[in-house]
């Protein structure tokens, strides 16, 4: 059914994987009340998005009050209360911008969820205000390589798949030392992330580009910040690849309305299937990235 | 709303021109029972295709059986008729394999359509069977500088917008001569075929190198031939581009289910409005070509 | 030494093949005094540029007083006369704009050279003169899905590798259903041939684009006709091409000085030499296109 | 005679501007005897590599023995050394890793250069041994925006030229706020920085991307580092681009030879001819860029 092209690497041109990015760690309910904070209300959010279509649920811990945690025991009850209900892959974040390396492995030891996400460079991270001509925040993500390495091997030793998040061209490039040395095994599982400004600008011309430099077996899916999602998720579906949506990175519909989680996932399922493709179930999807299938 | 992106070159990012590819020349109804034939067919679709969001209908005429004719009256009727119905911007075909350019310039003379596609050079077009290892067909499609020439000025001294039909990287490099000596003016509005095979592959590698090599103020359409055409549609629109559908491209909805004119721009218009952009008007449509809007 | 970059597919990243295309057919010596035209001065200039770093003699036949001519007997010859005076690597052309198929396969099936050149698909071929607004010639250049079947079932049988020459785009998609039924065989041999009115235009970005689409294992060169050739040089040697100069493509060497076949080759191996790479000898360039290393 | 193609950008496509480093920070005597350390030794080799071909010479100071230093005195001694010997358009550094933003922004103040380097984002950069499986070094190049902006505001209100050092795609795309807000002003100036681990790495098809992302009226070099650095002269040089050589980014000719910067130059120079470009003269850089032509 799908185009035969090159942009499709390591991914099933028939079935797209869908991730849900529930939760985050930056935004909070004054934003968008839809927003989930305690392990149920991830999990009620995981069940319903695996419902509409997701295969991959990916996870930022809350506390109850809604600001970001590293804590083990709440990775471990989030982690606990989803497979309850759902066997939508469980893909924890390790990214931060404060917060020791240790405590970030932690929780990925003592929890192995299926998946991790893995930063693969360093890079500013701002947001500008063209109206009050400064910067809203103006901070440099430190990713250098000796903790990348940390990360790898916890995830390698406890069964955790890493999913590479490269923000710009060099992070894509940053695999090299960790190929080379068989650190990362193929198929390597990437998320190219645009729209953040310190990386790369998220156009669709620099979307194929990224794909242009990942290795042939690879899979990989498009993150999208903000506004421009919904065009780099059309742009991904055409090119064969998966797509992450939600409140994580984007509260609103393509209609500028305000949404939720589950409303977020439909619509990117909607969208796959315009293309003629299907969204992958989570057993699909752990084939594809060769991980365990999700027991409940 | 739409990304800033390069690829929107000419093209509104905020409005995309959806044009509906009604009849085609080489189908039948035995293939697709709601093929339009007569003129008031044709108009009947035409206004139903700009009711769910097209803004142009491209048209070749056919007689009374279905068969392809280049007779200006019948071009005449099909222009009232629509004209009669609804303010879509008519666009008329020039191309054919064996007729010879006079009478396909008579009744862009005659009936000075708003727009008349015009194919920018020479290349194999033919249909290979798998299973057969055979050629279903295997011509040469034989479109020589000089009759580019000859379309170009008539069109001029009639005041029809030509609309380039390129099939591959070199058609596109053939307007230099035409910008060189100014029979081309700007905005120059391109179509980008893409699924025919002797010309370029239907990859969105492609369509992002096809929209490179335009100039900055080009207008650009995507036209995808059969199967490939919904995921080159979605690529598109994430460009910034315009899109055409319709039974002369492709019978089938994404789901697989086969169509009419109607549904698939109804189709195309809720992808378009997916990626945060609507239709634009047949007014909307003029302004950015530069062409006289439409009178009912 | 090389950089470890996608375009280098197929060929050696250390190594170039440098090919010397000493007649071509429609230049005289009325316009470069240079240009070989009997089988003798013709192999005179392939072993005078074998000496200089080239590893292939691509040759049109010539009559003596310098027609194109499809004649077997001097074909011959000219196998004869380059083979004993050295072990340069020998290249037929097939092409031809009114001549039938017939005769160009002739000649390769009775004197079976290493390697013939086959073009891939249909095309414009001109000039136009922007003084005066005119094009010096217009034509369309042939080459129909059905013909090069021909000429790959004839090259194949005769055990001679076909030279694949490519002038866009989808001519390089035009090998897809050769590659399906398996008459095309890896690694495929490509001449990425850039600078003809009516073909891709001659600049790095359409020549990386070709590339893009090659196979991961096939050999490639590039061939810029005229005034563009240094460039396009410069810039094959770059991403780890082979390269062709010669008479037949150029008279001038950088500097707009007119030349000579040993001389262009002098300089195209200086050039190979100044990206850290050396020019391949015969025996190599056989290996890496998978044929018969010559013997004298 | 350069071909048109749109990599030329606000570049000469006849006339290719070389920038010499002749000194560098991290490299010494020890590894390569030819480095100059003191101003008398920094300006004649400066006025050798003009000799040879250059128009810009890019200069970090360093101390008798050859450490990094920031002292403004130096760089004024630097200044009026090379400036009484050539007019060779002087450009200072302003990268380091531990310094203070003061002190790099003083000397550009205290002696206001031609033109200042100016590095437009954060990135790891590191060196990594398959030997030893080990980083070599594994720092994190902080750049962050606001950084940036107090450089930018210096370099404007002392009338120095700004080289926009660019070592990834979104280090491009971080001039988006300056563009809006009027601080950088066309024709912006970028070099292209590849081959440093944690960058973006050195491809053909890498600098090509980067290219495309420039403003139409942007000028631009590449700067290749280490041994890729002749191919990548070599494709920006068919692409319309500046070029830099020197000590600080290479030792060695093609050939593998250990070299000096005049001979780096003139091999640069010759490799400018051959694409049949002309090394341009400081007051034709001066005016490409758009700043004072350099006065003795
Ligand atoms: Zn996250
Ligand atoms: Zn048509
Ligand atoms: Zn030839
Ligand atoms: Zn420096």
Chains 1, 2, 3, 4 share one sequence.
Request: overall charge negative; aromatic content about 6%.
């Amino acid at each position: 059914m799908a185009i035969e092209q090159e942009s499709v690497k390591g991914n099933d041109p028939d079935k797209a994987i869908i991730s849900a990015s529930l939760t985050g760690a930056l935004t909070t309910r004054d934003q968008c009340e839809a927003i989930p904070y305690t392990p149920e209300e991830i999990a009620e959010d995981a069940a319903a998005a695996r419902e509409n279509g997701a295969a991959v649920a990916h996870i930022h811990a809350r506390t109850e009050n809604g600001s970001p945690t590293f804590d083990t025991d709440i990775y471990q009850r989030i982690y606990e209360e989803v497979r309850e209900r759902t066997d939508v892959l469980i893909n924890f974040s390790t990214g931060a911008m404060h917060e020791p390396v240790e405590s970030r492995l932690e929780y990925i030891e003592a929890v192995e969820p299926d998946i991790a996400a893995l930063n693969m460079g360093s890079m500013n991270y701002a947001k500008y205000s063209e109206n009050r001509d400064d910067f809203v925040f103006d901070m440099v993500f430190e990713n250098p390589f000796n903790e990348i390495r940390d990360f790898l091997t916890t995830m390698r030793e406890n069964g955790v798949k890493p999913e590479l998040e490269c923000f710009d061209t060099g992070h894509v490039g940053n695999i090299r030392p960790f190929v080379q040395n068989g650190e990362l095994e193929a198929p390597i599982n990437f998320s190219l992330v645009m729209g953040v400004l310190g990386g790369i600008p998220p156009t669709v011309e620099n979307l194929a580009h990224q794909v242009r430099q990942l290795p042939d077996d690879a899979t990989w899916q498009v993150i999208g910040i903000s506004r421009e999602q919904w065009q780099l998720v059309s742009a991904a579906l055409a090119m064969g690849g998966n797509i992450r949506v939600g409140l994580e990175d984007n509260f609103y519909l393509p209609s500028g309305e305000m949404s939720t989680n589950p409303e977020l996932v439909a619509k990117a399922a909607e969208m796959t299937r315009n293309v003629g493709r299907e969204p992958a179930t989570p057993a699909e999807a752990a084939e594809l990235m060769c991980i365990e299938p999700p027991h409940l």
